[in-house]
DNA sequence: ACTTTTTTATTGTGATATGGAAATTATGTC
DNA sequence: GACATAATTTCCATATCACAATAAAAAAGT
């Protein structure tokens, strides 16, 4: 671990458990001299990515909001997606969010959403920014059912009470079986897995390579006019996710 | 300039502008050699800061997203603000864009924003996450007026036309006493400055020292409707911000 | 004015960051 | 599928600069 790495390893302690830090917590913490924190603390102030409110009382700073327009205004994916995330909110029947979210440290999360037909007035458990797991809800399972085997066999293996809870069956095979069926079906429909009452709908997107690194989903009240209008949500959700696909498949040629 | 900041200057390349590089780019702008700006690259890459969506190509990553979560949930200032700011956006009689911003490296940074009424459908230039100067646009100007005279000088000297363009006058003397008027006053008003058509309301936001920070601000269509209302609207800002300012003042002692 | 806390400066030493080249790996092409 | 090219990592000798402990300064609190 270098100099590069432990001043990265200071930034990454700043987290929404513990978003506020003194210079020797952070020393204790990270096993540094309190000195050496300083010079770290101090070069972070100077980029912007952390400032003190109050003497002493370290928070995360504007630089990171800059930083964060720019990946809303800039990000491949996002700008790939964006347009046909909008379209679809604007012709939409019932009140529902979209959610583009990507694979990212074995999680799942939500890079950007859009709001269709009148607001939801709850939140929806994928929001901007959240790291969930990869086998709760829909916008994360058919991301697993893309993943490698050998993958998704380790990631059983340390998660199986919790994959049984949600419907992948009790064991390897079941969980290989379910697997299968999401991936051939190419979608992913959830009952109030994240959020309850909603329905989770969600189809997978490729990289140019054809791996999963990502999904696009949506939500929306789960009742009886959405359960009859399901079987258009979800071929709209996979034709878009498709669209998408096929957008970012450029993405070896430079960015116009 | 030290391995610290030498790897920010890395990350500090990213910019709206240029939001994608490659590592001998990078390594040429910074007078860095190849291999060690591909040492500060991975870092970065291990750290989530920077991805390549395509090889050797390398734009934001997800890291951002997440921290920009953070500073959402867990800003003092935007903690602070948001509350007061909600309670303004549903109790507003004309469709509104209110504003948080605050001060960073000698410009404006919008860093909440939170929908009043109807939404708007132009967005506002003050844009979350954006930098703005210091003298065009009302939430800009009030602060600008709360700076020290000294900096302020050297401001006006670089920036004599600008000023001058947006009624501050054309020399020091009348841009001391614009600011000073609006010192006094304790709220900007602007018509049209960064928005053609749009009135903007400002009153400053003070730190537990009394110094400025930043500014609570309002955006509105100019009609007769909110010219009528002008008076109760100024009031309602500068109330508002006189709220904040006192919220921010017990900053000294740790959070909640 | 005083005490306490936070931050910066200083310094000699030793760890490690550096850059050039080679080796490896990934990627694109025919 | 083999080849060519580009991207990335590894290796290594050298000098640099990061490190920690202390001192000094500055800022904050009382």
Known sequence: MNTSDKLLATLALFTTEEPEWTVEDAASRLDLSVSTTYRYFRSLND???????????????????????????????????????RELAERC????????????????????????????????????????TLHRGAASKIIL??????FVRGYQGRNREDMAAVGFGPDWEEVKRSLRQLRSAGISVTYGELDPGMLGIAAPLFDPAGNVMGSLGKVVEDNAETTQALPQLKDDIREAAERITRAIATWQAPQP
């Open 47 to 85: 980029a912007g990515l952390i400032v003190a409110p109050a003497t002493g009382r370290y928070v995360l700073g504007p630089a990171i909001v800059q930083l964060d327009r720019q990946v809303r205004l800039r990000d491949p994916l996002i700008k790939a997606a964006r347009p046909i995330m």
């Open 93 to 132: 029947a019932v009140p529902a969010m979209f959610l583009l979210c990507r694979l990212y440290r074995n999680q799942v999360m939500c890079v950007h959403q859009e709001q269709g037909g009148t607001l939801l007035d709850s939140d929806v458990a994928y929001e901007r920014g959240r790291l969930l």
């Open 145 to 150: 059912a893309g993943l490698p085997a050998r």
